[in-house]
């Protein structure tokens, strides 16, 4: 089963490397794919360590609220 502090865990390798790639320059449009670019690599390579898409639904919703942040609605 999957808990909050793993998936949260996510989330915080997200943004890390976000920023190790330079999440802050750019467009809002470049940031977001940098961030979509990360997210589609984690759910490469650990999709099978969460339970029915549980990895999947986090990141999409990650996502989403990323480009809410970013003014690209």
């Known amino acids: 089963m999957t808990t909050l502090k793993e998936i949260t865990a996510v989330g915080i390798r997200l943004e ?34 969460y339970p029915d898409d549980a990895l999947e639904m986090f990141l999409r919703d990650f996502l989403e609220n ?4 970013l003014k690209l609605d």
């Open 16 to 49: 890390e490397a976000a920023t190790r790639l330079g999440s802050n320059t750019g467009t809002p449009d470049e940031i977001y794919e940098r961030y979509l670019m990360i997210s589609i690599q984690i759910l490469d390579s650990e999709f099978d360590q």
């Open 66 to 69: 990323k480009r809410r942040d």
